[in-house]
Each structure stands twice: as C-alpha cells, then as structure tokens.
C-alpha cells in the first residue's frame, strides 16, 4: 500500500527530528566530561549563559535543559521571558523536556514553532506526553481535524494543554452545537479557522454579538450562524472597534441595512479588513474607474476581498489597454477567475502578456507611492 503525502511528511519531519535529537545526545555525552574536569562545565556555562546567570542567578542544574532548547533558537532574552513567565518551566528534566517536545513534532509542529510556542505556554514543558498532550491531540483528531492540520491548531493555540478535555473543551464544543447552532460537520472547518474558539468565553462572545447584529442589522440568527461559520474569528472582534465602524462604512457608501446583512453574510470576512487601507480604495476605484454602483456588492460581495494592486487594478487597465474593456459599468465578474481563465476568457491573450503587463504596472506605482514619500 502506498504511503499518502502526510504520511510521508511525517516521515520525513521525525528522520530530521532523530538527527537533531541525535546530535543532542551527542552533545550530551559532553556534558558529563566537562563537568568532571574541576568544574569547566561551569566555566563553559558562564561563558555561554554569561549574562543569563547574572539575570536570573541561574543554577547549574538548567544547563542541560537550556543547551537543549537552544536547538530550537532560544536565546537569552528568550529564556529571560520564560523565566518571568513561569520560572518553573526551567526547572524541568531535559530528558522530561526531550520526550514532551519530541512528541508535539511527531505530531506535526513544525521545528520553527518550538520557540513561539514555548514563549507563549513554558507550561507546556511540565505537561506529560501520556496524562496530558495524547488526550488532548485524541481530542482534536475526535473533531475531525486532519492529522495534516494537528500542528498547526497545537501552534496556534497552545494554551489548550492548559486546559481540562472533559470540563472546559468538551463542554465548549457542546455550547458551539447546542446553543450557538454550528452543525457538527462544520465542527474541524470552525476549529481549524480559528483555533482560539477553543479557549475562548464563548457563551459571553456569543450572546453579545448575536445580540448587536439582531439589533443593528436585525439579522436572523441563521445569518449570524453563517457568518461565524464561514469566519469564526468574528467572536473575537471587537463591536465597537471593530464590527460596528465597518456596518457604519457600508452605510455610508448608501448600502442599507439588508443590503450589508446580505455582504457580510456572503463575505464575513469584511470585518478583518482594514478600512483606510482596503475598504475605501477600493469603494473608490469601483465607482470612479470602473463606473460600477454600490448595489453591485450585493451581487458579486467578492469584490472586497480582492486585492486592488495585484487583480482589480491590473485586470481593468489591462482590459483598457487592449481596447476590450466593455462599455458602461465594468463587469464585476472578471475579477472572479484564475489569471489564466481571465487571459482566455476576457483577454484573448497569452498568461506572460498579462503578467508582464502587470508587473510594470505594480513598478509604476510602488513608484509613485516612494515619491510621495519622498
């Protein structure tokens, strides 16, 4: 039977994780000499942990455990923070240490995400593989989350170890069922978009956020379940920050109220966009240069989520250059395929055309914006 492509990765991930531990234990060998010879151990640590030591009075007994960790890129500075944030993380069994961090890349985080996550959750170095990491990676793979994904969640929300499985994440995802409305084969999908819904005071976020959108928008709560479906982080935002100056915008562009629900329910996204930077130039550029009204939106909401230097701009001044630009409003829906589809469907040209059309298009104005600048 042939081996599928996250099996092999994860071959691949544990040969290198065995060379590196390999290497490692090499070096720990060393260890055991150098503390034997009239304490150049000591002498070597100073030099190396020079400033740490004078930091934290470290003791010699870290040493092993802070030689290893740097295999991962942990500095001084870093073990400064972990320090001030859970010295007894420190503390711990290098070979405890070794066994724990062993299995979460076995798992599938990614050697570069050691340091982020050690600086975020040192705690998770006190956490046994058997009584506390399985259960909780068991957990996750019960949702449906891929094996391919595991990493990643564990990365993004590390502070889940902290957490007991059977009284706070277990009854989480009953509330995000039962109370929220999320159907259980959209379960992994919500998870893997927003891993912190995890740990998050979901009944609080919920019920102030489906109670604002009832009442600015009268949004039904079908539409809300939608919207935290398709972009679960929208329990994290902010209402005043961050949901209600983007509902305003859509208001003040002359969008009323059934026409926003019906945006943000296609494109929930439009509440992580930034207005200034994404929002307004691009409301700009699809009434003043592609002559479209603000009603267009509602049929292609897309539209927004578009990048306006690397696709809309190109495509349109693309179009215009070669004279088959249609007249009246520029249709929206050429902005919707593949740079290849487009070449062929609306250009009737060669992909390297386009592209290279493109990239001196993005040249002239980086240009302009550097002169502004200047």
Known sequence: MEESDADLQRLKLQNETNKKQASYRQQKKGWGKRSSRSGRSLKNTESKFRQLSEDLDMDEKWVPLLEYLSTFGLEDSHFTQIYERHMPSLQINVSSAQERLEY???????????????????QILEYTVDNNLKSHVAFLVGLGIPDSRIGQIISAAPSLFSYSVEHSLRPTVRYLIEEVGIKENNLSKVVQLSPQILVQRIDNSW??????????????????????TKHPQLLHYSIEDG????????????????????????????????????????????????????KSLTKYPMYLSLSLDQRIRPRHRFLVSLKKAPKGPFPLSSFVPTDECFCQ?????????YLAFRQGLLLKEFAKKYERKG
């Open 104 to 122: 979460l890349l076995s798992v599938g985080v990614k050697h570069r995400d050691i340091r982020k996550i050690l600086l975020r959750q040192p």
């Open 207 to 228: 019920n102030t956020r489906f109670g604002f959108l009832s009442k600015e928008l009268g949004a039904p709560r079908d539409n809300i379940v939608k919207m935290v």
């Open 243 to 294: 949901l209600l100056p983007r509902i305003n915008f859509l208001r003040s562009i002359g969008m009323r109220n059934s026409e926003i629900l019906k945006v943000l329910t296609s494109l929930t996204q439009v509440f992580s966009l930034s207005l200034e930077a994404n929002l307004r130039p691009k409301y700009l550029y699809l009434v003043n240069e592609l002559g479209n009204e603000v």
């Open 345 to 353: 469907q609306w250009a009737g040209t060669s992909l390297d055309k």
